[in-house]
């Protein structure tokens, strides 16, 4: 698997160490680029500001509103598919669907970005303990477990596997190969 693959493609599988370098790569980019862009659109007096709240976000100099958007957006979507393309592969090690992302770290995410929008009740409680439960099950699952030995399964159960007669061509699971 080639760099490109690696940190941006969702095939193959990768194991916990790699998964772990990903997540040091990630700290570190953000640093440099939190460093970068506040000594850039800092006035020196330290009145550009960095939120780190599920995204990356610029805020300072008024003037600078568009281009501190662009930055962070510009940040932000490679971070994000990266992310999304190792986990999908840790999940693959894990023998999981990769479709296991979106509950385990969209649902935190988008209630990072949300939740100031509740009130503080009951409801919004309940949302916070159900958004650290499942960013403790995300990290334990791709941080701590190990991964499956031998080869993995990720295919949708309704695939036809290798050997099973199809009654058309077409009934195929699209990217799957069948001898």
């Known amino acids: 698997m080639g760099f490109r693959g690696f940190w941006f493609g969702f095939d193959g599988r990768i194991g916990r160490a790699r998964y772990w370098l ?3 790569t990630y700290c ?3 640093f440099i680029f939190i ?3 506040a ?3 800092g006035d020196g007096r330290g009145r550009t500001s960095v939120v780190l709240g599920g995204f990356v976000q610029i805020s300072g100099q008024p003037h600078y509103g568009l281009l501190s958007w662009f930055l962070t957006l510009l940040f932000n979507v490679p971070m994000v598919w990266s ?4 986990s999908v592969k840790r999940f693959h090690d894990r023998n999981k669907s990769g479709w296991w992302l979106i509950p385990l770290a ?3 995410l988008a209630f ?3 939740g100031d929008m509740l009130d503080d009740g009951y409801f919004a409680r309940a949302l916070q303990l159900l958004t650290c439960a499942l960013l403790l099950w995300l990290f334990v699952e791709g941080y701590c477990l190990r991964g499956t ?4 399964d990720t295919a949708p159960t309704h695939c036809p596997r290798p050997g099973v007669a199809r009654s058309s061509p077409d009934q195929s699971w699209p990217g799957t190969r069948h001898p």
């Open 149 to 152: 030995r031998g080869p993995i």
């Open 112 to 114: 990072g970005q949300f």
């Open 106 to 108: 969209a649902v935190p």
């Open 22 to 24: 990903a997540l040091l």
């Open 28 to 30: 570190l980019a953000m």
């Open 83 to 86: 992310f999304a393309a190792t």
């Open 39 to 41: 000594s850039w659109l």
């Open 35 to 37: 460093l970068a862009v």
